[in-house]
């Protein structure tokens, strides 16, 4: 029997394999195949509208070999690119897929310069193919990922950034949003992330007449990748080390082998991203050149479209990031924005927050107060329920943690009532903005709501509009002066110690000295003067500000003679938390470190309403059922990796029946030294009655 193994023509996978491992022998071969492709070629040009199975496999194979026949195929790149460019809207999808797979795989060998595929790829995207489109955006963002992966070819870079930037501006909706997406998402690996596409997306993408296109820039000034996409590795969970001690006593077997190489990769990349410098990723809007001239138009923009109302609200968080950022002044805003500050308005939590957005140091108050005004009498009222009052007074003290002058002392001193009204989400949310104030600005607070005066609220100085407290000092520092102090001290003592050895002259007069036979007496005296000293002793008196002058004359002088270490700052860090805790009445009394304040305003910071739990027996099951969800069943773990696969004969007896396993559950019975002897009698008389 004949068996027919080389069949090179028509298998062209075969023939593909031996041309790589072998390309002179098989030259001929591909000769055959080349002018096969080409006839082939020119009768597919008669009627491109038709899928052409033979053209296919015979354009991927001839890729796959190009390297083997470089002179050969010089001019077969360029003939798959006319096809393209000559029946890109008439060709099947299925065809066109596969030449554009084909000229993908001959740009990762380099026959194909990467800006003529870029090219030629953008001119396919009119084509009616969604699963193309995305391929060929795929491939796009790879590649360039890939060009930039070892070192940045700036000159390539600016070249196919500024035809991106071109197909940006086309009238084309999806080449212009094609264009954009691949911007944003380079900009998000980390690629293309410099201040030259921010701008393009900020001065096309957010101004084109495309709503797409638009709604896709400002998303991605409004997205933070930091929040939205939290680093969540499966390996994390598993802990190297106590698998690596647990393998120590437990059994060898194969399974837990693998478990432990698995375990030692996972502790080496950890190890690896632990030893990584951490990459800090800024906001896109900190990178914008001109950033008072794009919030005006964005502004202006608003004002005069007649979007759609979510559209509208992502333009307003934007211009008020913007306007938080970089301190800008666009007094128009607020009296926009103060119109849509109604309870019954859609997402008004949200305009809230961009109204704290906007606030700043900078800004006049006579500018904030129509916003102040809106709140003040639209939420803050009596006949509004009680969580929209909450919501108002937090909305208030997240706009004066940004602006503190943006409240006048009366208005202050009338929502400071309300400390005392009847539902705690109100009194709570005023008690936050008393709070705020006593560590601001407590003069425009009432006497009786300033709180017990501290060192450090002593220390605090009210500032007008547009000051800024510049110290030329660190503040606290004075604590290290104390610390040589303590050891100059110190080193006096062990002086006086080592003195104590030699000779002392004592007076020989019994006027001079009082010897007391009776030690119980002479306890009762120390503790008396003990007492005594106590009480003399006078209370903790508040500072003086001529004392305050001279710890910051102080500090002045340890700042400018001393270099100051890690341990230095902590040192002073703990000094003015305690600052604070001075004059506190409470013992258990807890000073939070003060959160830095953060760029942007957490929704969660103006919706968060404290309300008195609900302590019925269906609210307290109904948070024990909800924080069993994410957790493990409790009990033996069942370590199979298919649920459905058969579990151990040792795990199924625990579920039969006590009278099917009672036999092995007895197990074996040990006998007595007695019966041993009997057994060991008997087989002994055998044994002679056989011999």
């Known amino acids: 029997m004949v068996r027919h ?16 491992r072998d390309p002179d022998s098989y030259k001929d071969e591909f000769r055959q195949q080349l002018a096969h492709f080409e006839t082939t070629l020119e009768i597919f040009n008669l009627n491109p509208s038709q899928y052409n199975k033979k053209l296919d496999e015979q354009s991927m194979f001839l890729a796959q070999v190009t390297q083997c026949y470089q002179n050969d195929m010089k001019t077969f790149p360029q003939k798959i690119v006319d096809v393209l460019k000559t029946h890109n809207t008439v060709l099947h999808n299925d065809m066109r897929l596969a030449l554009c797979k084909c000229l993908i795989l001959l740009r990762n060998k380099n026959f194909v310069s990467a800006f003529d595929l870029l090219e030629l790829f953008f001119s396919l995207i009119k084509c009616q193919d969604k699963n193309l489109r995305e391929y060929l955006k795929t491939h796009i963002i790879t590649d360039i990922k890939n060009m930039n992966m070892k070192n940045k070819d700036m000159k390539l870079n600016s070249t196919l950034q500024n035809f991106i930037f071109t197909m940006l501006r086309d009238t084309n909706v999806k080449t212009a949003k094609m264009a954009v997406d691949i911007l944003i998402d380079l900009y998000h690996k980390n690629i293309w992330n410099d201040p030259k596409t921010v701008n393009i997306i900020a001065d096309i993408g957010c101004f084109s007449k495309v709503m797409k296109v638009m709604v896709a820039s400002l998303k991605f000034f409004l997205s933070r990748d930091e929040e939205e996409k939290p680093e969540s590795d499966s390996e994390d969970e598993i802990d190297p080390r106590d698998t690596m001690i647990s393998n120590k006593f437990n059994k060898k077997t194969r399974k837990r082998e693998k478990m432990v190489d698995k375990v030692k ?9 632990k030893a990584k410098a951490p990459i800090f990723n800024f906001s896109a809007l900190h990178l914008i050149n001109n950033p008072q001239g794009f919030a005006e138009k964005l502004f202006k923009q608003v004002e005069s479209s007649n979007d759609r109302f979510e559209v509208k609200l992502m333009t307003l968080d934007v211009i008020s990031r913007l306007i938080g950022l970089h301190n800008l002044f666009l007094f128009n805003y607020y009296p926009f924005i103060s119109r849509l500050l109604m309870p019954h308005q ?5 305009i ?3 109204s704290a957005q906007a606030a700043h140091e900078l800004v006049p108050p006579e500018v904030m107060e129509p916003v102040m005004k ?9 006949r509004n329920s009680t969580d929209v ?16 002058l943006a409240i006048n002392e009366d208005l202050l001193r009338d929502l400071v009532q309300y400390k005392s009204y009847k539902e705690k989400s109100v009194m709570m949310a005023a008690r936050s903005l008393i709070q705020l104030y006593r560590q601001s600005m407590p003069t425009l607070l009432h006497k009786k709501d300033r709180g017990r005066p501290s060192e450090a609220s002593l220390e605090l100085k009210t500032k007008e509009y547009g000051e800024i407290d510049v110290k030329d000092y660190i503040p606290g520092s004075e604590v290290l002066l104390d610390k040589t102090k303590v050891s100059e001290k110190l080193d006096k003592n062990q002086k006086s110690v080592e003195s104590d050895d030699e000779w002392i002259d004592v007076a020989s007069s019994d006027s001079e000295l009082s010897i007391t036979t009776d030690s119980e007496d002479s306890d009762d005296d120390h503790v008396k003067e003990d007492v005594n000293e106590k009480r003399k002793k006078p209370a903790k008196q508040k500072l003086t500000p001529e004392e305050i002058e001279e710890k910051i004359k102080t500090a002045r002088e340890v700042a400018m003679g001393k270099i100051f270490s890690d341990e230095d700052f902590k040192r002073i860090e703990t000094a003015q938390i305690k600052k604070n805790l001075s004059g506190v009445k409470r013992k258990k009394a807890v000073v939070d470190e003060e959160e830095e304040s953060s760029e942007l305003v957490k929704l ?15 609210a307290r099951l109904e948070s024990v059922l909800k924080g069993r969800e994410e957790r493990d069943k409790y009990g033996y773990k069942d370590r199979r990796k298919n649920v459905n696969c058969s579990k151990t004969n040792r795990e199924k007896r ?23 002897q009997i057994a060991f009698r008997n087989y002994l008389i055998k044994q002679k009655k056989m011999n």
Do not use: W
Request: glycine share 2%; net charge positive; aromatic share 4%.
């Open 352 to 354: 809230l927050q961009f």
């Open 265 to 273: 990769k996972i502790a080496k990349k950890m190890k690896k991203r």
């Open 346 to 350: 859609r997402e008004v939590t949200r």
């Open 389 to 404: 009052m909450a919501v108002g007074l937090n909305a208030v003290r997240e706009i004066c943690a940004r602006c503190p």
């Open 374 to 382: 809106a709140i003040a009498n639209n939420f803050i009222t009596e």
């Open 5 to 20: 193994n080389n069949q090179l023509p028509n298998n062209l996978t075969q023939l593909q394999n031996l041309v790589k």
């Open 604 to 618: 969660a910071d103006i919706e968060n309403i404290h309300k008195k739990r609900k302590h019925d027996k269906n």
């Open 654 to 676: 625990k579920t039969k029946s006590y009278q099917m396993v009672k036999h092995k559950a007895r197990g074996k019975v040990k006998r007595s030294f007695k019966d041993k």
